[in-house]
Nanobody
Framework: QVQLVESGGGLVQAGGSLRLSCEAS????????MGWFRQAPGKEREFVAG????????YYADFVKGRFAISRDNAKNTVYLQMNSLKPEDTAVYYC?????????????????WGQGTQVTVSS
């Protein structure tokens, strides 16, 4: 299985930007769909963004469209989430996850491995 380590979270003011990174172990990283999810206190984990194995297709939750961008560098076994125009409601722990298939889904239960998460806090 792929192991994932997120980084890049932190405290930022509303309107600011952060770039999250998720580095994966394993030589088959380029075979898999990747996703970013988030979970705020007292709420369920929700889909944020996803990207196909070769990076040609991307998917976004409506609440981040136009503000967030997902990308990947298969040579570096890394997926990124660029977050711009951050809002206080974006505050959450952000997780990257790997889906052991080439088809896409936004269901967290369809992703097989998860990172430990990185905290993003947006102050008003």
């Amino acid at each position: 299985q792929v192991q994932l380590v997120e980084s890049g979270g932190g405290l930022v003011q509303a309107g600011g930007s952060l770039r999250l990174s998720c580095e994966a172990s394993g030589r088959t990283f380029s075979s898999y769909t990747m996703g970013w999810f988030r979970q705020a206190p007292g709420k369920e984990r929700e889909f944020v963004a996803g990207i196909s194995s070769n990076g040609d297709s991307t998917y976004y939750a409506d609440f981040v469209k136009g503000r967030f961008a997902i990308s990947r560098d298969n040579a570096k076994n890394t997926v990124y989430l660029q977050m711009n125009s951050l809002k206080p409601e974006d505050t959450a722990v952000y997780y990257c996850a790997v889906r052991y298939a080439r088809t896409f889904t936004i269901k967290a239960s369809d992703f097989g491995s998860w990172g430990q998460g990185t905290q993003v806090t947006v102050s008003s």
